[in-house]
Nanobody, 115 residues
């Protein structure tokens, strides 16, 4: 079982920013397409941002222009810079490969945006 470790979540006011980080002991980010997923209260988990091996980025419509996904291959760390946060961004955020590997889900990091 390979787990990813997410960090950086917290409680912020609407309009605020957070930067999430993701590390993985056994997944090499420069050999895998990676993504950030989130699961809001009462909702299904969804992919919100992805980055390919070639560093092409794709965003779900609701986060375009506000979120930026990036990775540092030397550190084997992936990031999600979130600006202009909205209450509807409240969720547990996870990282995983794209497509996701069911064996790799970590604990996630909670992001709560107050209005």
């Amino acid at each position: 079982q390979v787990q990813l470790v997410e960090s950086g979540g917290g409680l912020v006011q609407a309009g605020g920013s957070l930067r999430l980080s993701c590390t993985a002991p056994r997944i090499r980010f420069n050999f895998n397409d990676m993504g950030w997923y989130r699961q809001g209260p009462g909702k299904q988990r969804e992919l919100v941002a992805s980055i390919t091996v070639g560093e092409t980025t794709i965003y779900e419509d609701s986060v375009k222009g506000r979120f930026t996904i990036s990775k540092d291959s030397a550190k084997n760390t992936m990031y999600l810079q979130m600006n202009g946060l909205r209450p509807e961004d409240t969720a547990v955020y996870y990282c995983n490969t794209v497509p996701s590997d069911s064996r790799s889900w970590g604990q996630g990091t909670q992001v709560t945006v107050s209005s």
